[in-house]
T-cell receptor, first 114, second 114 residues
Framework: GNSVTQMEGPVTLSEEAFLTINCTYTATGYPSLFWYVQYPGEGLQLLLKATKADDKGSNKGFEATYRKETTSFHLEKGSVQVSDSAVYFCALIPRHSGYSTLTFGKGTMLLVSP | DADVTQTPRNRITKTGKRIMLECSQTKGHDRMYWYRQDPGLGLRLIYYSFDVKDINKGEISDGYSVSRQAQAKFSLSLESAIPNQTALYFC?????????????FGPGTRLTVL
Protein backbone atom coordinates (compact mmCIF):
# COMPACT_ATOMS: atom_id res chain seq x y z
CA GLY A 1 0.00 0.00 0.00
CA ASN A 2 0.88 3.69 -0.07
CA SER A 3 2.18 5.49 2.98
CA VAL A 4 4.00 8.68 3.98
CA THR A 5 6.23 9.07 7.02
CA GLN A 6 7.18 12.49 8.38
CA MET A 7 9.40 13.51 11.24
CA GLU A 8 7.51 14.13 14.44
CA GLY A 9 7.15 17.63 15.75
CA PRO A 10 6.98 20.14 16.99
CA VAL A 11 10.02 21.58 15.32
CA THR A 12 11.03 24.72 17.23
CA LEU A 13 13.33 27.24 15.56
CA SER A 14 14.43 30.82 15.94
CA GLU A 15 13.73 33.30 13.16
CA GLU A 16 16.25 33.07 10.27
CA ALA A 17 17.24 29.49 11.14
CA PHE A 18 17.50 26.76 8.51
CA LEU A 19 14.59 24.36 8.28
CA THR A 20 14.45 20.72 7.23
CA ILE A 21 11.36 18.54 7.62
CA ASN A 22 11.98 14.97 6.57
CA CYS A 23 9.49 12.99 4.50
CA THR A 24 9.83 9.48 3.11
CA TYR A 25 7.25 7.47 1.24
CA THR A 26 6.23 3.99 0.17
CA ALA A 27 4.26 3.63 -3.04
CA THR A 28 3.83 1.43 -6.06
CA GLY A 29 5.41 2.95 -9.12
CA TYR A 30 6.46 6.58 -9.11
CA PRO A 31 3.95 8.81 -7.34
CA SER A 32 3.54 12.55 -7.50
CA LEU A 33 4.62 14.22 -4.25
CA PHE A 34 3.24 17.24 -2.45
CA TRP A 35 3.79 19.47 0.54
CA TYR A 36 0.68 21.11 2.00
CA VAL A 37 0.68 23.75 4.74
CA GLN A 38 -2.01 24.45 7.33
CA TYR A 39 -1.86 27.81 9.07
CA PRO A 40 -3.64 28.13 12.43
CA GLY A 41 -7.42 28.03 12.06
CA GLU A 42 -7.31 27.42 8.31
CA GLY A 43 -7.63 24.60 5.82
CA LEU A 44 -4.71 23.07 3.97
CA GLN A 45 -3.18 24.76 0.96
CA LEU A 46 -0.67 23.46 -1.53
CA LEU A 47 2.86 24.65 -0.85
CA LEU A 48 4.76 22.84 -3.61
CA LYS A 49 4.78 19.64 -5.64
CA ALA A 50 6.97 17.45 -7.83
CA THR A 51 5.80 14.91 -10.37
CA LYS A 52 8.92 12.94 -11.32
CA ALA A 53 12.32 11.93 -10.04
CA ASP A 54 14.85 14.74 -9.54
CA ASP A 55 12.16 17.41 -9.93
CA LYS A 56 12.46 20.27 -7.46
CA GLY A 57 9.32 21.97 -6.23
CA SER A 58 9.65 25.47 -4.80
CA ASN A 59 7.42 28.21 -3.43
CA LYS A 60 7.73 31.06 -0.89
CA GLY A 61 11.38 30.17 -0.25
CA PHE A 62 10.59 26.51 0.46
CA GLU A 63 12.09 23.75 -1.65
CA ALA A 64 11.83 19.96 -1.90
CA THR A 65 13.53 17.55 -4.31
CA TYR A 66 11.97 14.26 -5.44
CA ARG A 67 14.61 11.61 -4.62
CA LYS A 68 13.62 8.27 -6.12
CA GLU A 69 16.69 6.43 -4.84
CA THR A 70 15.94 7.30 -1.22
CA THR A 71 12.13 7.58 -1.64
CA SER A 72 12.27 10.98 0.01
CA PHE A 73 10.87 14.48 -0.45
CA HIS A 74 12.39 16.56 2.35
CA LEU A 75 11.18 20.14 2.81
CA GLU A 76 13.79 22.87 3.29
CA LYS A 77 13.94 26.62 3.78
CA GLY A 78 17.08 28.64 4.24
CA SER A 79 15.70 31.27 6.64
CA VAL A 80 12.39 30.79 8.40
CA GLN A 81 10.12 33.57 9.56
CA VAL A 82 7.61 33.74 12.40
CA SER A 83 4.86 33.70 9.76
CA ASP A 84 6.02 30.21 8.67
CA SER A 85 4.67 28.76 11.92
CA ALA A 86 2.16 26.15 10.75
CA VAL A 87 1.62 22.44 10.32
CA TYR A 88 3.25 20.91 7.22
CA PHE A 89 1.93 17.77 5.54
CA CYS A 90 3.74 15.60 3.04
CA ALA A 91 1.45 13.68 0.67
CA LEU A 92 1.47 11.51 -2.44
CA ILE A 93 -0.79 10.47 -5.29
CA PRO A 94 -0.02 7.23 -7.16
CA ARG A 95 0.84 8.04 -10.73
CA HIS A 96 -1.01 5.46 -12.71
CA SER A 97 -4.21 5.17 -10.77
CA GLY A 98 -7.66 5.56 -12.24
CA TYR A 99 -9.07 6.86 -8.99
CA SER A 100 -6.19 8.77 -7.49
CA THR A 101 -6.54 10.13 -3.98
CA LEU A 102 -4.03 11.79 -1.69
CA THR A 103 -2.29 9.84 1.05
CA PHE A 104 -1.04 12.19 3.80
CA GLY A 105 1.64 11.95 6.43
CA LYS A 106 0.68 12.79 10.00
CA GLY A 107 1.94 16.36 9.77
CA THR A 108 4.81 18.24 11.40
CA MET A 109 4.17 21.37 13.44
CA LEU A 110 6.71 24.17 13.00
CA LEU A 111 7.02 26.88 15.64
CA VAL A 112 9.24 29.86 14.85
CA SER A 113 10.09 32.34 17.59
CA PRO A 114 11.34 35.93 17.08
CA ASP B 1 -15.23 34.99 -1.69
CA ALA B 2 -13.83 31.62 -0.74
CA ASP B 3 -13.80 28.97 -3.47
CA VAL B 4 -14.61 26.10 -1.09
CA THR B 5 -17.01 26.82 1.76
CA GLN B 6 -18.10 24.61 4.62
CA THR B 7 -21.06 25.00 6.95
CA PRO B 8 -21.25 25.05 9.87
CA ARG B 9 -17.76 26.07 10.97
CA ASN B 10 -18.31 24.80 14.48
CA ARG B 11 -20.88 22.39 15.87
CA ILE B 12 -21.45 20.84 19.25
CA THR B 13 -23.91 17.98 19.43
CA LYS B 14 -24.89 15.05 21.61
CA THR B 15 -24.37 11.34 21.18
CA GLY B 16 -27.01 9.77 18.94
CA LYS B 17 -27.94 12.94 17.06
CA ARG B 18 -27.94 13.12 13.26
CA ILE B 19 -25.56 15.71 11.88
CA MET B 20 -25.00 17.01 8.37
CA LEU B 21 -21.92 18.94 7.27
CA GLU B 22 -22.18 20.78 3.99
CA CYS B 23 -19.61 21.73 1.40
CA SER B 24 -20.01 23.99 -1.62
CA GLN B 25 -17.48 25.02 -4.25
CA THR B 26 -17.32 27.61 -6.98
CA LYS B 27 -14.18 26.28 -8.65
CA GLY B 28 -16.09 24.25 -11.24
CA HIS B 29 -14.31 21.09 -10.13
CA ASP B 30 -15.88 17.69 -10.61
CA ARG B 31 -14.01 15.86 -7.84
CA MET B 32 -14.85 16.36 -4.16
CA TYR B 33 -13.55 14.78 -0.97
CA TRP B 34 -14.26 14.59 2.75
CA TYR B 35 -11.43 14.16 5.27
CA ARG B 36 -11.20 14.14 9.02
CA GLN B 37 -8.20 15.45 10.94
CA ASP B 38 -7.26 14.18 14.38
CA PRO B 39 -4.23 15.31 16.38
CA GLY B 40 -1.24 13.11 15.58
CA LEU B 41 -3.06 11.20 12.84
CA GLY B 42 -2.95 13.63 9.96
CA LEU B 43 -5.82 13.63 7.47
CA ARG B 44 -7.77 10.52 6.65
CA LEU B 45 -10.13 10.15 3.71
CA ILE B 46 -13.77 9.42 4.54
CA TYR B 47 -15.51 9.53 1.14
CA TYR B 48 -14.81 10.89 -2.30
CA SER B 49 -16.79 11.58 -5.45
CA PHE B 50 -15.37 11.98 -8.95
CA ASP B 51 -18.65 13.18 -10.44
CA VAL B 52 -22.29 13.54 -9.44
CA LYS B 53 -23.09 9.85 -9.97
CA ASP B 54 -19.87 8.53 -8.46
CA ILE B 55 -19.46 7.92 -4.70
CA ASN B 56 -16.57 5.97 -3.20
CA LYS B 57 -15.64 4.95 0.32
CA GLY B 58 -12.34 6.10 1.69
CA GLU B 59 -10.16 4.79 4.47
CA ILE B 60 -12.60 5.42 7.34
CA SER B 61 -16.19 5.47 6.00
CA ASP B 62 -17.90 3.51 8.79
CA GLY B 63 -20.44 5.67 10.62
CA TYR B 64 -20.59 8.23 7.80
CA SER B 65 -22.62 8.71 4.63
CA VAL B 66 -22.46 11.30 1.85
CA SER B 67 -24.66 12.88 -0.76
CA ARG B 68 -23.54 14.61 -3.95
CA GLN B 69 -26.52 16.84 -4.61
CA ALA B 70 -24.91 18.67 -7.54
CA GLN B 71 -21.48 19.13 -9.03
CA ALA B 72 -20.86 21.96 -6.59
CA LYS B 73 -22.29 20.39 -3.41
CA PHE B 74 -21.12 17.43 -1.35
CA SER B 75 -22.60 16.74 2.09
CA LEU B 76 -21.33 14.48 4.85
CA SER B 77 -23.76 12.96 7.35
CA LEU B 78 -23.29 11.28 10.69
CA GLU B 79 -26.47 9.26 11.16
CA SER B 80 -25.93 8.72 14.87
CA ALA B 81 -23.01 10.72 16.20
CA ILE B 82 -20.63 9.21 18.75
CA PRO B 83 -17.88 10.92 20.81
CA ASN B 84 -14.99 9.41 18.82
CA GLN B 85 -16.28 11.29 15.78
CA THR B 86 -15.17 14.50 17.48
CA ALA B 87 -12.67 15.91 14.98
CA LEU B 88 -11.92 18.62 12.44
CA TYR B 89 -13.59 17.85 9.10
CA PHE B 90 -12.36 19.16 5.76
CA CYS B 91 -13.91 19.20 2.34
CA UNK B 92 -11.64 19.41 -0.70
CA UNK B 93 -12.04 19.63 -4.47
CA UNK B 94 -9.91 18.94 -7.51
CA UNK B 95 -10.32 19.19 -11.24
CA UNK B 96 -10.42 16.44 -13.85
CA UNK B 97 -7.05 15.47 -15.21
CA UNK B 98 -3.98 13.49 -14.45
CA UNK B 99 -3.10 11.97 -11.12
CA UNK B 100 -1.22 15.14 -10.26
CA UNK B 101 -4.37 17.08 -9.45
CA UNK B 102 -4.00 19.66 -6.73
CA UNK B 103 -6.67 19.54 -4.07
CA UNK B 104 -8.20 22.76 -2.72
CA PHE B 105 -9.44 22.66 0.85
CA GLY B 106 -12.25 24.40 2.68
CA PRO B 107 -11.69 26.07 6.06
CA GLY B 108 -12.93 23.08 8.04
CA THR B 109 -15.77 22.25 10.44
CA ARG B 110 -14.91 21.60 14.05
CA LEU B 111 -17.35 18.98 15.37
CA THR B 112 -17.66 18.07 19.03
CA VAL B 113 -19.83 15.12 20.06
CA LEU B 114 -20.64 15.05 23.77
Amino acid sequence: GNSVTQMEGPVTLSEEAFLTINCTYTATGYPSLFWYVQYPGEGLQLLLKATKADDKGSNKGFEATYRKETTSFHLEKGSVQVSDSAVYFCALIPRHSGYSTLTFGKGTMLLVSP
Amino acid sequence: DADVTQTPRNRITKTGKRIMLECSQTKGHDRMYWYRQDPGLGLRLIYYSFDVKDINKGEISDGYSVSRQAQAKFSLSLESAIPNQTALYFCATSGRGTSTDTQYFGPGTRLTVL
